[in-house]
Nanobody
């Protein structure tokens, strides 16, 4: 059973940085797409970024491109989201996700596995 555990959320001022981590276990993730979604209060879940576990190919939402960087450490089974130049509109619960496919998708329903989420709050 795939298990995803996020950490690293918190409160930060606008313009600051945070790094989220996701510990993945339960599978060999070579043929998986991993990623991050977020959900702000009263809004639908929103795609943030994805990465192919095998070769590190990445894809970002326009809203975070140039500010966020997704990466992974295959040896440690860890995925990261480095978030810089944070804005109040980045405030949300951030979820680590995984799907057993190398087709990049931005719809949350197409991701099989989800972590419990970690809160990121950006104050103005």
């Amino acid at each position: 059973q795939v298990q995803l555990i996020e950490s690293g959320g918190g409160l930060v001022q606008a313009g600051g940085s945070l790094r989220l981590s996701c510990a993945a276990s339960g599978r060999t993730f070579g043929s998986y797409t991993m990623g991050w979604f977020r959900q702000a209060p009263g809004k639908e879940r929103e795609f943030v970024a994805t990465i192919w576990w095998s070769d590190g190919n990445t894809y970002y939402a326009d809203s975070v491109k140039g500010r966020f960087t997704i990466s992974r450490d295959n040896a440690k089974n860890m995925m990261y989201l480095q978030m810089n130049s944070l804005k109040p509109e980045d405030t949300a619960v951030y979820y680590c996700v995984a799907r057993p496919s190398l087709v990049i998708e931005t719809m949350p329903a197409l991701y099989t596995y989800w972590g419990q989420g970690t809160q990121v709050t950006v104050s103005s």
